[in-house]
Structures are given as structure tokens and as C-alpha cells.
């Protein structure tokens, strides 16, 4: 009896097919569709992540800052600053806090020129200003006490506030400038 030789035969499975049929156009789309979405998810939430991590270095500045007006008013009689032509109420300040201190990463505007992104309740109004007051005057800790100079850098509309008892938080324009309005010694 005769032996024939028999090679063997590939059996086609669908992984051969595919790579035999290439990658249709509507594949290829759909493929590149997921990708832009899961792009675009990821920079959203880089954006978020960076948004965070300067308005809660903000809100670390102005907790200090709170700080340098406790001290400063322990070393002052129990006084705020009064700012002059000569000493800014952030120099008066900086013997207590660098000043890095003075500058939130979310201003692109102020703090190269001024070398400050914060300003304090120093009104000019003697019913609403912190200015030479003594710190045991100050009947409502929820008032304003420094904030980021201008609104909006961390959220639109909003301001990031440091109050009297040295609480940080976001408030509207709105409820910010009305803060202001308020007298922080009347009862």
C-alpha cells in the first residue's frame, strides 16, 4: 500500500479573516470617535484637577494671610493695620508671610504689577473698614476680612474670601460686595 503524503491544511479562523478584509471605513470611525471622547474626558478632568489645585492654594494663602493679621494685631495692641503711601497693608504684613504669600497662580494680572493678588477690607468708609479697628471690635466674624483682588479666577462670577475667623470660601459677587456693605463692629 501506497503512503501519500498529505500536507496539512491551514483552517481558516475569523482572526485571518479579519486580517484578510482590512478595517472597514464605519470600524475606523467609530474607532476614532472613542478616542476623541476619552481625549476629551481626560483634558476635562486635567482642567478640573489643575482648576483645584490653584483655587485650594489660594484659599492656603489666604488662611495664612489670616494668620499675619492675628499675629500683626497680637504685636499691634490688638489692632488691624493702617496702611500709608509708605507701607501697604501687604508690607505691614510680610514680616509675618513671604511674599509668595501674596500671589494666587489663578492671577495673570495684578501680582506682577502690584505684588499682590489680594486686597483687604480697608474700605474708606469708617462704618465698613477693618483699618485701625482692634480686632475685639469686630462683632461678626463672617465678614470679609482679605479676598482675591478681582472675581472670577476661580470661577466665574464668584471670589474667593478669607473671613474673620479665618474661614476660606467661595461667595458670589453678589453676597461678596454686600459683605462688604456690612458693618463688621455694629451688633
Known amino acids: 500500500m501506497a503512503r501519500f503524503r498529505?500536507?496539512?491544511i491551514p483552517i481558516p479562523?475569523?482572526?485571518?479573516a479579519f486580517l484578510r478584509r482590512g478595517v472597514s471605513t464605519t470600524e475606523l470611525a467609530v474607532t476614532m470617535g472613542i478616542l476623541v471622547l476619552l481625549i476629551g474626558i481626560t483634558m476635562a478632568s486635567l482642567i478640573g484637577a489643575k482648576r483645584g489645585r490653584t483655587q485650594a492654594q489660594c484659599a492656603a494663602n489666604l488662611h495664612n494671610i489670616g494668620l499675619a493679621f492675628t499675629y500683626y494685631a497680637h504685636d499691634y495692641q490688638d489692632s488691624f493695620p493702617v496702611p500709608t503711601p509708605d507701607a501697604q497693608w501687604e508690607d505691614l504684613l510680610r514680616a509675618y508671610v513671604p511674599r509668595s504669600t501674596f500671589h494666587c497662580s489663578a492671577d495673570n494680572e495684578l501680582f506682577a504689577a502690584l505684588s499682590s493678588s489680594y486686597d483687604w477690607r480697608d474700605t474708606g468708609s469708617p462704618q465698613t473698614t477693618l483699618a485701625g479697628k482692634l480686632a475685639m471690635q469686630v462683632n461678626h466674624t463672617d465678614v470679609a476680612l482679605a479676598f482675591d483682588a478681582l472675581?472670577?479666577?476661580?470661577?466665574?462670577?464668584?471670589?474667593q474670601v478669607l473671613h474673620v475667623d479665618n474661614a476660606v470660601d467661595m461667595m458670589s459677587q453678589a453676597a461678596f460686595f454686600k459683605n462688604l456693605q456690612r458693618s463688621p463692629t455694629e451688633p
Open 13 to 16: 479562523t475569523p482572526a485571518d
Open 151 to 159: 472675581p472670577g479666577w476661580h470661577e466665574k462670577g464668584t471670589v
Open 6 to 8: 498529505s500536507s496539512p
